[in-house]
């Protein structure tokens, strides 16, 4: 459990934490790390969300003029 944690910490959502479902204390702490294991992991995809959306923002045309068609003389 001690590593399981220290790997968390360290960022390593890979990380099996055993206990989990235990009817004891070790069981409690083993289903809270699971939860901030999640947390960590949707976190990751979160921000990956964002990146992605802030460079698809910086490669697009900028403000409204830019994605509309010159305007033409009638006449």
């Not at 910490?9 to 890979?14: E, I, K, L, N, R």
């Not at 702490?29 to 979160?46: C, N, P, Q, T, Y």
């Not at 698809?56 to 006449?75: D, K, V, Y």
């Amino acid at each position: 459990m001690t590593a399981a944690i220290g790997r968390l910490a360290a960022g390593d959502t890979s990380t099996l934490v055993p206990g989990i479902g235990r009817p004891d204390e070790i069981g409690e702490m083993a289903d809270a790390a699971e939860v901030f294991k999640r947390g960590m992991i949707e976190a990751d995809h979160l921000r990956a969300e964002q990146a992605e959306a802030e460079a698809r923002a910086s490669s697009a045309p900028h403000g409204a003029a830019a994605t509309r068609e010159p305007l033409r003389e009638c006449g």
